[in-house]
């Protein structure tokens, strides 16, 4: 077993003690600092007391007080109690990559996913929330995370780090890949290209929107869908949004940020956002995958389910739990260190007052 593989297998079971080691640079500094009234000779015969030197005089007062601490270290190290993790497990199969690309076009912005007498949310609020729930529950898969409109932006590589990943879902906001459009082909080929060159059995990319590529695409998005299924990737649609019209904050492009009334609340208005349903089903059928609709957020949470589940390698350990108990040599140390120094100091490094 390799040095790291072994530090990585080392643990203390009471860490608590540790703390004790603070005393140690403390009382270093403070017996530096102390000087005693009375002068004491270290000897072991007082024949030697004529070469006596106040050089070998401090080094000998040093090496009986340096016993004393790595002494002390030592036994504070066996009252935390340093274990070796002996414990194997076995991986059966190997979890998943995924990709979530989000749309963050201005038409996310829309208010018709709030519910009635509830709290005004758009879109995105949904959206964000689910998926903030969808990522704790792959505990074990790597996924990164994509915002686009016109272009994509890559907010997360694919990362087992969910902490890093949360963090960055937060972070989806409308206007954070300017300009403000969709553009289903770029976020597609963008979330392909993140998963293609891996070793993962099962690749996929969620794509969430709520419009149709605007302005028009270079490149048809089932150009890319048609790449993904040749390179074995899954791509899952989902359409957002429970009406085409609806009412909608609107986004101030000169700040970047929802344009508001002179009594700062934000402007509502009303809004066509049409849904190219076609092309997200066409998508999901080549490569295999399944293209879904969501009005409210109850709807969106149960496709999240589902593809959590139709997309779920199960990890399975085979673990036994077993620890060595490593403090009988700290505490072995400690005490013959101890021993050591309480022989010197009635010997060879005798204190004559």
Same mark, same amino acid.
């Given at each position: 077993?390799?040095?790291?593989?072994?530090?990585?297998?080392?643990?203390?079971?009471?860490?608590?003690?540790?703390?004790?080691?603070?005393?140690?640079?403390?009382?270093?500094?403070?017996?530096?600092?102390?000087?005693?009234?009375?002068?004491?000779?270290?000897?072991?015969?007082?024949?030697?007391?004529?070469?006596?030197?106040?050089?070998?005089?401090?080094?000998?007062?040093?090496?009986?007080?340096?016993?004393?601490?790595? %002494?002390?270290?030592?036994?504070?190290?066996?009252?935390?109690?340093?274990?070796?993790?002996?414990?194997?497990?076995?991986?059966?199969?190997?979890?998943?990559?995924?990709?979530?690309?989000?749309?963050?076009?201005?038409?996310?912005?829309?208010?018709?996913?709030?519910?009635?007498?509830?709290?005004?949310?758009?879109?995105?609020?949904?959206?964000?929330?689910?998926?903030?729930?969808?990522?704790?529950?792959?505990?074990?898969?790597?996924?990164?995370?994509?915002?686009?409109?016109?272009?994509?932006?890559?907010?997360?590589?694919?990362?087992?780090?969910?902490?890093?990943?949360?963090?960055?879902?937060?972070?989806?906001?409308?206007?954070?890949?300017?300009?403000?459009?969709?553009? /289903?082909?770029?976020?597609? %080929?963008?979330?392909?290209?993140?998963?293609?060159?891996?070793?993962?059995?099962?690749?996929?990319?969620?794509?969430?929107?709520?419009?149709?590529?605007?302005?028009?695409?270079?490149?048809?998005?089932?150009?890319?869908?048609?790449?993904?299924?040749?390179?074995?990737?899954?791509?899952?649609?989902?359409?957002?949004?429970?009406?085409?019209?609806?009412?909608?904050?609107?986004?101030?492009?000169?700040?970047?940020? !929802?344009?508001?009334?002179?009594?700062?609340?934000?402007?509502?208005?009303?809004?066509?956002?049409?849904?190219?349903?076609?092309?997200?089903?066409?998508?999901?059928?080549?490569?295999?995958?399944?293209?879904?609709? %969501?009005?409210?957020? %109850?709807?969106?949470?149960?496709?999240?389910?589902?593809?959590?589940?139709?997309?779920?390698?199960?990890?399975?350990?085979?673990?036994?739990?077993?620890?060595?108990?490593?403090?009988?040599?700290?505490?072995?140390?400690? !005490?013959? /260190?101890?021993?050591?120094?309480?022989?010197?100091?009635?010997?060879?490094?005798?204190?004559?007052?």
């Amino acid at each position: 077993m390799k040095i790291g593989e072994m530090w990585e297998r080392f643990q203390f079971s009471e860490p608590e003690w540790l703390w004790l080691l603070v005393l140690v640079p403390l009382v270093a500094v403070l017996r530096t600092r102390i000087k005693k009234g009375k002068a004491s000779i270290l000897f072991s015969s007082l024949e030697n007391v004529k070469l006596a030197t106040p050089s070998k005089l401090w080094a000998n007062r040093l090496i009986l007080s340096t016993l004393r601490l790595v %002494a002390f270290v030592a036994l504070v190290l066996a009252l935390a109690r340093p274990q070796f993790d002996e414990s194997t497990f076995s991986v059966q199969e190997s979890g998943v990559d995924i990709v979530l690309a989000v749309d963050l076009s201005a038409s996310m912005l829309a208010l018709d996913m709030s519910e009635p007498n509830g709290e005004t949310v758009t879109r995105l609020d949904v959206v964000k929330s689910v998926i903030k729930d969808f990522v704790a529950k792959r505990r074990n898969d790597r996924i990164g995370l994509v915002g686009f409109s016109v272009n994509p932006y890559l907010l997360s590589p694919l990362t087992m780090d969910k902490e890093h990943l949360q963090r960055n879902v937060k972070r989806l906001k409308i206007g954070l890949a300017p300009p403000t459009g969709t553009n /289903i082909g770029g976020a597609l %080929a963008e979330g392909i290209n993140r998963v293609r060159q891996l070793d993962a059995e099962t690749r996929i990319v969620i794509l969430l929107t709520d419009g149709k590529d605007e302005p028009a695409p270079r490149h048809s998005p089932l150009v890319f869908a048609k790449g993904a299924k040749e390179d074995g990737i899954k791509v899952y649609t989902i359409a957002v949004g429970r009406s085409t019209r609806t009412r909608t904050y609107v986004f101030d492009q000169s700040n970047r940020d !929802l344009l508001r009334n002179h009594d700062k609340s934000p402007v509502i208005q009303v809004h066509d956002y049409p849904v190219d349903k076609e092309v997200l089903s066409k998508i999901a059928v080549t490569t295999e995958a399944k293209f879904f609709e %969501a009005g409210d957020e %109850a709807t969106l949470r149960e496709i999240y389910n589902e593809i959590d589940q139709l997309e779920k390698t199960e990890i399975e350990f085979d673990v036994n739990a077993l620890y060595e108990e490593l403090f009988h040599w700290p505490l072995i140390a400690g !005490l013959g /260190i101890f021993l050591v120094e309480i022989v010197l100091s009635r010997t060879l490094l005798l204190r004559i007052p």
